[in-house]
């Protein structure tokens, strides 16, 4: 393979596996390949696809990169792109392995390690391409351990594909839910006020949308630690989810901020809500055997009511606008924007 | 307030000129563009229709694809806004109508949609729309489209 087709490749790899960390796209072998065609730009439909999908801030979740894959790389037509792919893919890899050829005979014994498992034949679904990560990264830190003569790009590259083995760890856990809550996560949320906000606009029902924060969780984390912090986290999302109904949407939106969508609901009717959670935290209270006692846990909502044609980041703000107005006149209460 | 002026290429502009900024060297007597809001929802075809509107179109709306499809033989618009569910006849299946119709490959047409999923962005795309707006929109969003395809012609 020419020096100039392996640069190519090489460009085309860290193009893909920087935009899959852009769009927090778990990094799996369909993923990369996903976005290695994209940037290789060998199939103008996936790229106006995928650029359709950027350009309405779409979000990456797996039923769509799930479809992407089977739509682009699936049919009999696709077939040969993906071949193309793979194979390029793979050579990257081999690049790798081809620059500890020239190293040290340690680093010989990787390069045969690699070739052995590129030449392996991977079909058409590069569902291999994991394990072959995987290989690489296992043989790359043995190499670190033994070998002073590993070439900089190596270890370069050892680093991106180890990252890229975290990234993935890490996005495959918080793929739509808060690990420690049980709640949807702040994606999730993404997805849903927007799913929400279109067919509000579409039908002219209301929408309303609350922002619940805990009151001084900062002064709970110092006082009795980080572990009675999470236990407050986790029992608030529970009273959320006893006090809505099966159509609204529970989100931790960070830190100690919750959010919750409130379709076919307007402004009086979502105060009621939060009302209700406001007196349900207060009814139903955290109980913990602290010392000194864990004092009651309240928390100040705002809320505000989504206006079709208006940008969704305005109705947040509006919505944190009133959270804020509530802080301010002395929390545990809620405020309508 | 002045036409939206489809060789300035840039919605922007206009978008300028009508904030108060003056657009220097705008024709002295231009054409304005025509649309067609092709929605069932009045209150989809009411903000869509303040937003081309106020960017100096000339509005018209149909609440199905049928319709606008009359709409379309008896004039061509230059820009359809363009719903895929719809009663009677949906988006696609207008879509479809008019791209074989004469003249039918002229207008730019921006699918405007809560459809998210890439099978119907595929499918809108090999059927010849020019762009896809997923709602929510607003105006910024719907002016970032419809740029899209005035420069792209």
């Known amino acids: 393979m020419p020096q100039e087709e392996i640069d190519k490749a090489r460009t085309i790899a860290d193009s893909a596996i920087a935009t899959l960390r852009r769009l927090e796209v778990p990094p799996t072998p369909a993923n990369y390949a996903i976005w290695y065609e994209y940037h290789a730009g060998m199939s103008p439909n996936l790229q106006r696809t995928i650029d359709v999908l950027i350009s309405n801030k779409a979000v990456f979740d797996e039923s769509t990169l799930q479809d992407l894959y089977s739509t682009f790389f699936s049919s009999a037509k696709e077939a040969q792109a993906v071949r193309e792919t793979s194979v390029r893919a793979l050579q990257t890899l081999q690049d790798i392995a081809g620059v500890a050829d020239f190293a040290h005979h340690d680093a010989q014994a990787f390069g045969v390690t690699l070739r052995g498992l590129a030449s392996k034949d991977l079909g058409e679904t590069l569902d291999n391409l994991r394990s072959l990560i995987e290989n690489l990264v296992l043989e790359s830190k043995r190499m670190a351990g033994r070998s002073e003569y590993v070439g900089l790009r190596m270890r370069e590259s050892a680093g991106k594909i180890e990252a890229l083995e975290r990234n993935l760890e890490d996005a495959i856990r918080d793929s739509s839910l808060d690990g420690l809550t049980g709640v949807a996560n702040r994606k999730s949320f993404d997805a849903a006020i927007r799913r929400t906000a279109g067919d509000a606009m579409n039908s002219g029902d209301d929408l309303a949308l609350l922002m619940i924060d805990i009151d001084h969780f900062k002064r709970v984390n110092d006082t009795w630690g980080h572990q009675t912090g999470d236990a407050v986290l986790r029992h608030l999302a529970q009273t959320l989810q006893k006090a809505v109904r099966g159509g609204d949407h529970v989100a931790r939106y960070g830190g100690e901020e919750f959010t919750v969508i409130l379709p076919h609901t307007d402004g009086p009717a979502a105060v009621t809500v939060a009302e209700n959670i406001r007196l349900a935290l207060a009814r139903e209270p955290l109980m913990l055997d602290l010392t000194p006692p864990l004092t009651p846990i309240t928390v100040s909502i705002g809320a505000a009511c989504y206006e079709p044609g208006d940008p969704l980041a305005e109705w947040v703000g509006r919505t944190d606008a009133a959270l804020y107005c509530a802080k301010r006149e002395g929390r545990n209460r809620v405020q309508l924007n | ?153």
């Open chain 2, 1 to 153: 307030m002045r036409p939206y002026i489809a060789q300035r290429g840039k919605v922007e502009t206009v978008f300028n000129s009508i904030d108060g900024v003056p657009s220097e060297g705008l024709d002295s007597n231009p054409i304005p563009m025509s649309c067609l809001i092709t929605d069932d929802s009045s209150l989809v075809r009411k903000i869509a229709r303040k937003i081309f509107a106020g960017l100096g179109f000339e509005v018209d709306e149909a609440e199905n694809g049928q319709v606008a499809l009359q709409k379309c033989l008896n004039r061509m618009p230059d820009v359809v806004l363009l719903d895929w569910n719809m009663p009677v006849m949906d988006g696609l299946e207008f879509l479809k109508s008019l791209r074989r119709s004469e003249g039918g490959r002229a207008p730019a047409v921006i699918f405007c949609t809560t459809e998210t999923d890439v099978d119907h962005v595929q499918r809108a795309l090999a059927n010849g729309a020019n762009e896809y707006l997923m709602k929510p929109f607003d105006a910024e969003s719907l002016i970032a489209k419809l740029d899209m395809v005035v420069t792209r012609r």
